[in-house]
């Protein structure tokens, strides 16, 4: 569905300034949402929000349908007197600058886990129902989820598959057995994920009251060591005796790796979908849109073919392009759930099927200004090549800030860059590709707050390929200035991207 035009700030939660060395969904999420608004932005876009897992990556997490407990605020548990200001001393001097995942996590669970027995001995008759009605109204995922987590608890942090069998298997037997073994273990999974909720069901609220919709995000696969996968076995390319991967996810060789990408992921038994009626893809639209207002689909490409690399492969370069059911699947979520309201992620191998499916559901493309310099006119990055029913950013969470990717960019990338432009400004180069986004006719524009706060390449948040070292970036507390508030306004307001101010004859 097209959208508006508009802007927006790429920003994931837990760049947020915070005490207790993360950010969170507390206080500082707010008064982002309060800059959002003042500076005449719609949208904030967040990176998936699920229980992350190795590398605190967002997009390799636990479940694609619950969220990521170290996201909850402290401080809005002291306000449900479930943690008092005792429980906060001796906290660690954390980097204001970098999350420290250890350090953080560390003081995270002591606290939480301090939050659940409160819980348990002091929560009001008005929190236990609010308690049990969530846990009624998401059993769809929950129960399988608790009961996964108790259970990698059990086994060591141990992959589900490595497990006995079982357990893996989900033998009926074991299952119950475990669910009463293992109870309040599965109580303490179901409180994290009844809180994360609730905080976010309350920033959310607070942002739409303040015109600000939020873009969340979908990865197209999931972790094999997840939840989803371990209850849902027959919808995933798995050996059927030991649990394994047998089709991994990837991209084939091109330009930027001789050898393509690996990402290991179970990629999708389409056919098998199809006979159940995309039951679990529906059900992963329809628990992420109770929580965010727009879906960006990461990997777009792969709804209608992908690349599917044999197990034992130790590079991409030996998989096959395999068709997937993607005009059926988003006929089948469109007809159960209405309109979608969806960013289609189209970068990389992008063919006429590709894009034949996106425009037939009328997904915006993405544009990213980064990529636009480093060929000729016919660059498809390139302002005047866009459509309107296109989102522009400078660039992803997966790129460098624009300071950094021009300090690292090529000589024919720059001297294209600066004869477009007719000169970098002096506003530097990040402003003039801010300005370049925001005047451009697509029809939605999203910065990384990172290219609006002047940062370099200090403050990349991923480096794809790279293991350890990212998702760590933090903005400083007095980040929110006013006058960047009134600068970026003003961009807002010259290209036509702020929020159409109803008139007195309108409103009467």
């Known amino acids: 569905m097209p959208f508006p035009r508009s802007s927006g700030i790429l920003l994931h939660p837990t760049s947020f300034p915070s005490r207790f060395g993360i950010g969170d969904l507390g206080y500082p999420a707010r008064s982002f949402i309060d800059f959002l608004k003042n500076s005449d932005q719609q949208y904030w876009q967040v990176l ?58 560390t003081i995270k669970v002591r606290l939480l886990k301090l939050a659940f027995e409160n819980f348990k001995n002091l929560a009001t008759p008005e929190q236990r129902q609010d308690f049990a009605v969530f846990c009624e109204a998401k059993a769809y995922w929950l129960d399988d989820y608790a009961l996964f987590m108790a259970l990698k608890d059990a086994h060591q942090g141990a992959s589900w598959y490595q497990w006995e069998t079982k357990y ?62 371990w209850s849902n076995p027959d919808i995933f390319c798995l050996n059927e005796k030991t649990g394994e991967v047998e089709l991994m996810a990837g991209v084939p060789p091109d330009y930027f790796s001789a050898t393509g990408q690996l990402w290991g992921n179970p990629v999708y038994h389409w056919e098998e979908l199809e006979k159940q009626d995309f039951a679990w893809w529906v059900k992963r639209f329809e628990a992420m849109l109770d929580y965010v207002d727009i879906i960006r689909i990461d990997h777009f490409r792969g709804f209608e073919a992908f690349w599917a690399v044999p197990r034992g492969e130790e590079t991409a370069e030996n998989g096959k392009w395999m068709k997937a059911s993607g005009d059926q699947l988003f006929e089948t979520i469109r007809d159960k759930l209405g309109k979608l ?14 894009e034949a499916l996106r425009d037939k559901f009328e997904f915006p493309g993405m544009k990213v200004l980064q990529f636009a310099f480093g060929s000729d006119p016919g660059n498809e990055f390139l302002p005047f090549n866009y459509g309107r029913n296109s989102v522009v950013y400078t660039g992803t969470h997966d ?32 402003w003039d590709l801010i300005r370049m986004a925001l005047s451009s006719i697509a029809n939605q524009a999203i910065i990384p707050f990172q290219d609006i706060l002047s940062l370099g390449g200090e403050a990349r948040m991923n480096f794809p390929g790279k293991p350890e070292g990212n998702w760590e970036w933090r903005y400083h507390p007095d980040s929110l200035s006013d006058g960047l508030c009134d600068r970026l306004q003003n961009l807002t307001r010259i290209y036509g991207r702020a929020p159409r101010r109803r008139t007195t004859e309108e409103k009467s």
């Open 48 to 105: 998936p929000l699920g229980p992350t897992g190795y590398g605190n990556s967002p997009y390799m997490c636990y479940s694609a349908m619950a969220g990521n407990p170290f996201l909850i605020s402290p401080d809005l548990l002291k306000e449900q007197n479930l943690l008092a200001d005792w429980d906060f001393g001796n906290l660690p001097d954390f980097s204001i600058e970098k999350v420290n995942y250890e350090q953080a996590i």
């Open 168 to 229: 893996a298997k989900r033998k009926p037997e074991a299952i119950e057995a475990a669910t009463q073994e293992l109870s309040d273990d599965i109580f303490y999974y179901k409180f994290l994920q009844f809180e994360f909720f609730l905080q976010w069901s309350q920033l959310k609220d607070y942002a739409n009251e303040h015109s600000i919709k939020i873009i969340g995000d979908i990865p197209i696969y999931v972790a094999h060591d997840s939840a989803d996968v």
């Open 341 to 354: 309201p969806v960013l289609a992620e189209d970068l990389g191998i992008i063919t006429p099927d590709v």
């Open 399 to 430: 790129n460098d800030t624009t300071i950094g990717w021009f300090n690292t960019a090529s000589d024919h990338e720059k001297y294209n860059l600066e004869l477009y432009l007719g000169g970098i400004s002096n506003d530097g180069v990040h």
